[in-house]
């Protein structure tokens, strides 16, 4: 009865918020098709007109993610692919707007409407139907890295990062993800934050809580939170769902694994937070240190093994690539100097569920001795 009503609620959000978004969109874009068949010109006027075109996707996308808590899966998975098309969509009429009103400028010729619409269907189908195919398969990316010292034998980690389990990650991810990580030896499961953010719903985080504790790895999963976590209300919560499963939250704490190996686990920057240096008083300098640290950074204590980052995404859908590099020099990959860091491109999506010339991404460590 209880799962019934939620049902019934979910539904009847769902349709309020659609009938109001569509309500918003054709009057927006009649406004906008107006002002192009009347041929509006003038500066100021198509700047205008570009800026409440992006200003409309923003908006729209930011509300929708308020239901991304919705407990119906199918619900979900609709309106993120409803509000990633409308949002793409915007976005390229607002740059077709810019083209026609360059074009117009330097009298070559004139954009008709129907040029501009016939483009911005035409790249809308494209650019989701790519990235949703591109975001879909899940990826083992492996790296080898040498420690600074003589270890017995090598060790296996698996990384994961940015989750964003509700929108980012789905069941359908979850079950994939922890198929791939079943058939994998592994001295630890390293969880590099954003594991939910300000979205999640809590069946999700029930549903992972749980296959972390039918996992064969179940007590070996080390985490430590991102950004993201931070804008979550239910964040205590959470974490509380997260200690009882068996994972280890690491929040500028240090734990000693198997007395084979140190995991520091990192608070993010947006937090106060201790010095590495002073987590790393209490390891032994004949073990190997690994630092979980969401923001790739490179710290000014160089006496680790390895630091695992995420964060960026690697821009997830170009262009934006380009951006994130320029934020995070460091933005993917593995990197050597001044230490050994690894940043993942993550196992999920923020925001729009698509990628373009990134892929979602298990990671595979292997520490080697020198």
């Given amino acids: 009865m209880i799962i019934d009503k939620r049902r019934k609620k979910d539904k009847i959000m769902m349709g309020v918020f659609l009938a109001g978004m569509g309500v918003l969109v054709c009057i927006v874009s009649y406004l906008q098709l107006r002002w192009i068949h009347q041929q509006v010109q003038g500066f100021f006027y198509r700047c205008l007109q570009v800026l409440l075109v ?68 035409l790249f809308t189908a494209l650019f989701v139907y790519i990235g949703y195919r591109q975001a879909a ?8 890295v040498t420690a600074k010292m003589n270890i017995a034998k090598d060790l296996q980690f698996y990384l994961l990062s940015d989750l964003h389990l509700g929108s980012g990650v789905d069941k359908h991810r979850m079950d994939q993800m922890f198929a791939m990580l079943e058939k994998q030896p592994m001295d630890a499961l390293l969880v590099a934050g954003d594991l939910f953010d ?19 790895f179940h007590d070996k999963i080390y985490y430590s939170p991102g950004n993201h976590e931070l804008l979550s209300k239910n964040r205590k919560a959470y974490e509380t769902l997260l200690k009882q499963s068996g994972i280890h939250i690491l929040k500028d ?19 106060k937070r201790m010095e590495l240096a002073t987590l790393m008083k ?25 630091q695992v980052s995420g964060h960026t995404h690697q821009g997830q859908i170009f262009p ?11 933005d993917y990959g ?36 020198q």
């Fill in 198 to 216: 300000e979205a999640t719903p809590t069946s999700d985080l029930q549903q992972f809580c749980m296959k972390c504790r039918n996992a064969s």
């Fill in 320 to 330: 934006n690539t380009l951006f994130t590099k320029l934020a995070y020099p460091y």
């Fill in 137 to 144: 398969p899940l990826v083992l990316r492996s790296y080898s």
């Fill in 253 to 271: 704490e240090t734990a000693l694994v198997d007395h084979r190996f140190y995991v520091i686990g990192r608070k993010d920057k947006k937090e």
């Fill in 54 to 121: 992006i200003g409309d996707g923003i908006l729209f996308y930011r509300f929708s993610n308020q239901f991304y808590r919705l407990q119906q899966e199918s619900l979900r998975a609709l309106l993120l692919l409803i509000s990633t098309i409308v949002l793409v969509w915007l976005i390229l009429f607002a740059l077709m707007q810019g083209i026609a009103f360059l074009l117009d400028k330097r009298r070559a010729y004139k954009l008709s409407l129907r040029y501009i619409l016939g483009g911005c269907i």
């Fill in 282 to 306: 209490s390891c032994q300098a004949d073990k190997p240190i690994i630092v979980i640290d969401h923001r790739p950074c490179f710290d000014d204590v160089h006496a680790i093994d390895l």
């Fill in 334 to 369: 593995a990197y050597q100097q001044p230490y050994p860091m690894i940043v993942s491109s993550g196992a999920g999506t923020w925001g729009m569920p698509i990628r373009i010339g990134t892929t979602s991404e298990i990671v595979k460590i292997t520490l080697k001795g």
